[in-house]
Every structure is written in structure tokens, then in C-alpha cells.
């Protein structure tokens, strides 16, 4: 029942994205920070990521992989299970792995050690494919359960706090055929790339409204997009290499971001332009 | 059993006291960390190859100073400014300006030189992602300078004449390569790096030089 509610509502969410599309002229006579603070406000109503979070309650309490079991025993960082304010602490260091995991590389682990899926072959599989969107399903419920609450992550292992140096070294790290860093774009207050605001990423509110806005739903493609995969389109932006999934790369810019974002609220799954 | 509790809480204390004692590593060993993360997160997709990520000594030491917050030493923003300076070359059949309505498509497009463009497709300058250019255009970034009435506001009214040669040939040089101008600009270099073609940069040279471009109306 609650997912055709949900659809009949999609429906009538696509007809308003339509309708912007005529009236954009219109919207840019105003203030065009203005218009899209509006355009926005007016998408939260009917966010397309509801879909993707009961998907992802459903699979992380359905008996699944070679060994058909459920993900109810995974260790998220605050004991076995337990979900709710997991994702406001992670990336964090866990004793079993001796990594520092984001949420979705801790799924895979998960999803290895307790039903049996291969996950070298998770996460070589392309994003929105087999497994991958599962994991992407599973990290919207699981942020979702944390919306509201209060970034905190942990620095108390030294690997936390050599990921955060380490994050800070990679944010500013020029590279790539037009030099660019995620500095360049993401280190200053109040700045557009076209009308698209970018937050300052190095401190708060910036980045606990960017790190804590991921995974989202991207109005334009139609698609749920996790934290590994925004952060991947970045790169892909900066015209650097494709940072592999799960990588420490990644996961240190994780650590980074959300460290800095300490205090800020999180608001994922939001829903984007 | 007293004995196994007094093993346990022993071996308890040592862990506290190693995770308490392991020192944050110096900045020089976190730089070699993060090196080698680099080396193991990255690979190769379509044309964006790894050599993208070889250590560019100018890019270095922006980021250092961005990182640590510390300004460059005058005499390295000198010599990383030489150095670039070395690479701009004037046009090799002497004319600086272009076509202004083919440099205005260059600076709407943004394609260019990612894992998803097509090896040997044509760039786009990406300059209204940053920067204002003409007053049409409503969509336009704010990381860079206004460059509305670009040349009219410099008092640009021959670019052939010798009163606008010092600001036609600044203008090359900085769309050429902006780090000769300013060490740790932001700024792509077109020129320099092979992202815009002579032809492409001269369309936008016009854009912004040309008195006719709806930028100098």
C-alpha cells in the first residue's frame, strides 16, 4: 500500500519538475539563489528516496546470499544490529577488518563475511548494477534512520586520525589535466559553479550539510546516488583517475568531511537538483 | 580464575596503554601515507590515465600552502611563476583575436578531458562555470572574476593598436597559462596543458577583447 501511494505521488512530482522546465526563464528574473532554495522546497514533498529506503529495510532483513541469511548481525560500529545513529559516526575504525570503513565498504563486508557474497566482485561491479544498487538501497535506509541527528565521528584510534590527515592532503591535492582539487570549488564560503551553490567543505555549516546530504535522489538523472558515488563523479569532474569503489581515497575524504562537519544535522537521503 | 582476570585486565592495559601512546605521525610520514593511498585508490578509465595523478612540482606547492595555510616564500611564487611564464607562446601567425560568437560556444561548453569524453573530442573552455562573461547569459559562476565590459572597461577600443598590445598579450598569457601571472591561481591552463587549441583560445581572446562582443556592449 505504501509503495503505490508513493508512486501515484512520483507521478505527480514529475509533472511539477515539468512544469519548472517551462518557467525557468521566468525563475531567473529573481534571485536565482532565491529560485532554487524554492524549487527545491518544493521537491522535498515528494522525495523519490522513500522508494529506496524501504527496498533497503526490506533487504537488510531478508535471508539473502549463498549462505541465506539476513544483514540483522552487522556490525555497523555501535554493536551488532544496531542501526539507528550508526551513519552519523562512520567512517570509523573497525577491529575486525583493521580498516577505517565508510558505510557502504562496511556493507560489502557485511554483506561477505555474513551471507557470502563475493565482495571483491561488489565492488567491481558499476554503480546502479546488481549488488551495487542494493548497497546503495541499504546505505539510504540505514542514513536515513540517523535523520536528525548530530554528526559525531570518532577520533579517538590513531587509523581515525591518520585518515582525517590524510583526507586533508587529498581535498587540497592539485591534479589532473585542468589542476583542479576538491579545494578549488569546495573551500570558500558563498561561491556557484553555474547557479549551483557549493559549500565550503573545510568547516561547518558546509560540510555537514554536504557530507550529511548522501546518499540523495539527483532530480536530473532520475537516480539514487550513494556517498561513494558522488564522491566519484567529483573526480570524475576534476578530470583525475576513477578513485576505486571502497578505496581509501574515498574513505579518507569521508573522514575528513564529516569530521568537519562535527554538530551539523543530518539530512540524508535529500533530494538534489 | 584469579589468574586468568589478572592475564586478561594485564593484557587489557597494554592494549589502552598502546592505544594511547601510538603518536599521531609526523606531517612528512602523512605525506608518504597519502601517497601511497593515492597510488592504491586509483585507476585508469578511458583517457583520464594515471599519469594524471604524477606530482606536478607547481601544483606541490599550492598545495602545501592551501593545506597548511602557510603562504608561499616570495622567491617560490617567483620562480613557479617563471616557470610558466617560459611556456606561453605568442601566436604563430601574429593574430590574438578570433571569431567572438566561436568564443562564446567555447565558453558555454564544459566537455572536455574527463573518463566520459571521448578521447580526441573537442574541449570546452568551462569559463561561464566560473566566471560572468556576457550580460545574457544569467547562469554563471562566481569562483573567478566578472568579466563583463572585459575589454572595455581596460579602455580597449583597437585591440590592434599599440595602445591595447600590453592588454591583448596579458590576456593571451593568462588564458595560455594563468599560473604565470599568479603562482596558485585556480585556473586551469588552457594553452599550456592542451586543453584549448591556439584556434579556440583566439575565439575567446575576441569574446572578451573584441569591441563588437556583446561582453564589451
Known amino acids: 500500500m505504501k509503495k503505490i501511494a508513493l508512486a501515484s505521488r512520483l ?6 519538475v515539468g512544469l519548472i522546465g517551462l518557467s525557468t526563464a521566468a525563475f531567473a528574473q529573481k534571485s536565482s539563489t532565491d529560485s532554487i532554495a524554492e524549487y527545491r522546497a518544493m521537491l ?24 541465506n541469511v539476513s544483514l540483522e548481525a552487522c ?17 570509523r575504525y573497525f577491529s575486525d577488518t583493521g580498516r577505517v570503513q565508510d558505510l557502504e ?20 561491479t558499476p554503480f546502479g548494477k546488481g549488488e551495487q544498487s542494493n548497497v546503495t538501497a541499504l546505505a539510504t535506509w540505514i542514513s536515513a534512520e540517523s535523520k536528525g541527528m548530530k554528526f559525531n565521528l570518532p577520533q579517538s584510534h590513531v587509523e581515525e586520525r591518520k585518515m582525517y590527515e590524510v583526507g586533508k592532503r587529498l581535498f587540497f591535492m592539485r591534479g589532473g589535466s585542468h589542476d583542479f582539487a576538491c579545494a578549488t570549488c569546495h573551500s570558500q564560503d558563498d561561491k556557484r559553479i553555474r547557479l549551483q551553490d557549493l559549500p565550503n567543505l573545510t568547516k561547518n555549516p558546509g560540510a555537514g550539510n554536504g557530507f550529511g546530504a548522501w546518499p540523495a535522489y539527483r532530480v536530473s538523472n532520475g537516480q539514487m546516488w ?16 576513477y578513485p576505486m569503489f571502497g578505496s581509501d581515497a574515498t574513505i579518507a575524504l569521508g573522514v575528513f568531511m564529516g569530521v568537519n562537519g562535527k554538530g551539523g544535522e543530518a539530512t540524508a537521503p535529500a533530494i538534489k537538483r | 580464575m584469579n589468574r586468568k582476570h589478572t592475564l586478561a585486565l594485564a593484557t587489557l592495559a597494554a592494549l589502552v596503554l598502546a592505544a594511547c601512546s601510538t603518536p599521531t605521525p609526523s606531517s612528512a610520514e602523512l605525506d608518504k601515507l597519502t601517497q601511497e593511498v593515492v597510488a592504491r585508490s586509483f585507476r585508469a578509465q ?11 612540482e607547481d601544483n606541490r606547492l ?25 611556456t606561453i607562446k605568442p601566436p604563430s601567425d601574429g593574430k590574438y583575436l578570433g571569431d567572438f560568437k566561436e568564443g562564446e560556444k567555447v565558453a ?21 562555470n566560473c566566471h560572468q562573461i556576457s550580460k545574457e547569459e544569467l547562469s554563471f559562476g562566481t569562483l573567478g572574476p566578472s568579466l563583463y565590459n572585459y575589454g572595455k572597461m581596460r579602455g580597449v577600443t583597437n585591440p590592434n593598436s599599440a595602445d591595447a598590445k600590453p592588454i591583448v598579450e596579458y590576456t593571451w598569457g593568462k588564458i595560455q597559462n594563468a599560473r604565470a601571472y599568479n603562482a596558485c591561481s585556480n585556473m586551469p591552463r588552457f594553452g599550456h596543458k592542451g586543453i584549448l587549441t591556439e584556434t579556440q583560445i583566439k575565439h575567446v581572446m575576441a569574446l572578451l577583447l573584441d569591441p563588437a562582443s556583446p561582453v564589451n556592449k
Open chain 2, 108 to 128: 558555454q561548453s564544459g566537455a572536455g578531458k574527463t573518463w566520459t569524453d571521448a578521447e580526441g573530442s573537442v574541449n570546452g573552455g568551462n569559463c561561464y
Open chain 1, 44 to 67: 522535498q514533498d515528494g522525495n523519490p528516496a522513500e522508494l529506496f529506503e524501504a527496498k533497503g529495510e526490506d533487504l537488510w532483513k531478508q535471508k539473502r546470499g549463498p549462505k
Open chain 1, 226 to 241: 550513494g556517498a561513494q558515488l558522488r564522491l566519484n563523479d567529483c573526480y570524475r569532474q576534476q578530470r583525475f583517475p
Open chain 2, 62 to 86: 599550492c598545495a602545501e600552502s592551501d593545506q597548511t595555510g602557510v603562504a608561499l616564500d616570495p622567491k617560490v611564487s617567483e620562480a613557479i611563476e617563471a616557470r610558466n611564464m617560459q
Open chain 1, 11 to 16: 507521478i505527480g512530482f514529475s509533472a511539477v
Open chain 1, 105 to 124: 565498504s562496511r556493507l560489502v563486508t557485511c554483506m561477505q563475511e555474513l551471507q557470502g557474497f563475493n565482495g571483491e566482485e561488489i565492488a567491481k
Open chain 2, 46 to 56: 578511458g583517457q583520464a590515465k594515471l599519469d594524471r595523478l604524477s606530482p606536478d
Open chain 1, 75 to 91: 556490525d555497523l560500529g555501535k554493536g551488532a544490529g544496531v542501526v539507528k545513529g550508526a551513519w552519523v559516526e562512520l567512517p
